[in-house]
């Protein structure tokens, strides 16, 4: 069975630091991308950031580049956002998703999420 499972999330003060994580199981993990998004009330879902399988570069939205930095521990088939100097902003849904390469258009597996609230 597939699963993808986010943990991590939780509430932290306005300029402050979390770390999310997402452990795979299920598939080759080696093969797969591992995109984050998140979706805040009445929002639509953004993507966030990517870690590529095939050569380990990371991607990031504009809106968390230089505060979030994606990880991976393949041995542990678990990637990390790692997240900092958080803003009310970042309040959202975050997921983790695995697809054969960052920018496919859809994702092949999805973990449930884990919130995160930032407070001013």
């Known amino acids: 069975e597939v699963q993808l499972v986010e943990s991590g999330g939780g509430l932290v003060q306005a300029g402050g630091s979390l770390r999310l994580s997402c452990a795979a199981s299920?598939?080759?993990?080696?093969?797969?991308?591992i995109g984050w998004f998140r979706q805040a009330p009445g929002k639509e879902r953004e993507w966030v950031s990517c870690?590529?399988?095939?050569?380990?570069?990371?991607y990031y939205a504009d809106s968390v580049k230089g505060r979030f930095t994606t990880s991976s521990d393949n041995a542990k088939k678990t990637v990390y956002l790692q997240m900092n100097s958080l803003k009310s902003d970042d309040t959202a849904l975050y997921y983790c998703?695995?697809?054969?390469?960052?920018?496919?258009?859809?994702?092949?597996?999805w973990g449930q999420g884990t919130q995160l609230t930032v407070s001013s």
């Open positions: 870690i590529s399988s095939h050569d380990g570069r990371t």
């Open positions: 998703a695995a697809a054969s390469d960052c920018w496919e258009a859809e994702y092949d597996y």
């Open positions: 299920g598939f080759t993990f080696d093969d797969y991308a």
